[in-house]
């Protein structure tokens, strides 16, 4: 079965450190995408890509850097982690080679618990 | 930019009352449109989506349907279980091939037996 792997589960970081956050998809999609996710907020995007070696802005990038070295891993980076951070990390991936619509039926992985402290 | 605007940020209700989870769009073109769930540590799962005006999606026992006239896709279930408790996403996906999936904020569903 398809599956989108994150780690680590939790993270406690301090501020101004870095952060690097994992995923690992075995379902030969060619997109994956970041979201984070806090209450009031719902989901937003922070990073995509379309496929190794490319990633693109998402709506809420700043602060945030991401790495696709190859088609089954992309990690999100946070250089100086600060406070406004702390949340849950979700990775996704989508088949675009299916079509539009299709692609958007996303796997997500179960998330990251990232406190900032 | 694309929206969507959930308008209930919880529900609670009791096993077998109807649900019906509000849901309005706005978008640029013609985006498809999902429901997804999550339910408690894990992360979201899709339910079902659609694509066309007045298509109905479904999935479970839930259902919705793309009305872009007013710009909604409302999450019914006639019945509700308490194993259907979780946060019900409503999303849109446009921008062609690569469409990005902007979510709304979420609704909590809490059911009581």
């Known amino acids: 079965e398809a599956a989108v792997t994150q780690s680590p589960r939790n993270k406690v970081a301090v501020t101004g450190g870095k952060v690097t956050l994992s995923c690992n998809q075995t379902n ?12 009031g907020h719902g989901l937003r995007l922070i990073h995509y890509s379309y496929g190794a070696g490319s990633t693109e802005k998402g709506d809420i990038p700043d602060g945030y850097k991401a790495s696709r070295p ?3 891993n992309f990690s999100l980076i946070l250089e100086l982690a ?8 979700f990775c996704a991936s989508g088949d675009a ?15 990251t618990r990232l406190l900032v402290i | 930019g694309d929206s969507v605007t959930q308008t209930e940020g919880q529900v609670a209700l009791s096993e077998e009352d109807f649900l019906t989870i509000h849901c309005n769009y706005s978008a640029s073109g ?31 026992g839930f259902e919705a349907t793309y009305d ?27 921008g062609g091939s690569n469409a990005k999936l902007t979510f709304g904020k979420g609704t909590k569903l809490s059911v009581k037996s």
């Open chain 1, 28 to 39: 030969n999609h060619n997109n994956m995408y970041w979201y984070r996710q806090d209450t």
């Open chain 1, 70 to 72: 190859s088609q089954e």
């Open chain 1, 82 to 89: 600060t406070p406004s951070q702390t949340s849950v990390y």
């Open chain 1, 97 to 111: 080679s299916r079509g539009p619509v299709a692609n958007s039926d996303y796997t997500f992985g179960s998330g």
């Open chain 2, 30 to 60: 013609y985006p498809a449109l999902f429901w997804y769930v999550q339910y408690p540590g894990e992360g979201p799962q899709f339910l079902f989506r659609a694509s066309r005006d007045k298509e109905k999606g479904s999935s479970r």
């Open chain 2, 68 to 94: 872009k006239g007013t710009t909604s896709f409302h999450l019914r279930k006639a019945s509700v279980q308490e194993s259907d408790s979780a946060v019900y996403y409503c999303a849109l996906g446009a």
